[in-house]
């Protein structure tokens, strides 16, 4: 009795300048899990292509989806916690 075949776990491959990635390399590259990087193709914010079973990512639309993202804003916990301070103080103040 044979037994069953497995499957070779293989780090894909990231080629600088490619027009199409594997799933498994955009997820990395991306830092995203599969499931993740299939609903958001099911939601089309990206495209995709077959190669007969491989999903193979456009890079292009993948990275114009991410460039559109709007920038993240942070603010200093010392800035904010002045801020508040001086806030206070001022309603205080005018009190």
Do not use: W
């Not at 070779?8 to 995203?32: F, K, M, N, S």
């Not at 890079?59 to 002045?82: E, H, M, R």
């Amino acid at each position: 009795m044979s037994s069953p075949k497995r499957r070779v776990h293989r780090p894909p491959t990231v080629v600088a300048g490619a027009t199409h990635e594997e799933i498994l390399a955009h997820c990395q590259r991306r830092g995203i899990s599969r499931p993740q990087a299939y609903l958001d193709l099911a939601a089309g914010k990206y495209e995709a292509v077959k190669d007969g079973r491989k999903t193979l990512i456009v890079v292009s639309s993948a990275d114009a989806y991410y460039a559109s993202l709007p920038k993240a804003k942070f603010k200093s916990a010392k800035t904010s916690v002045i801020t508040e301070r001086n806030e206070i103080a001022s309603q205080v103040a005018a009190e």
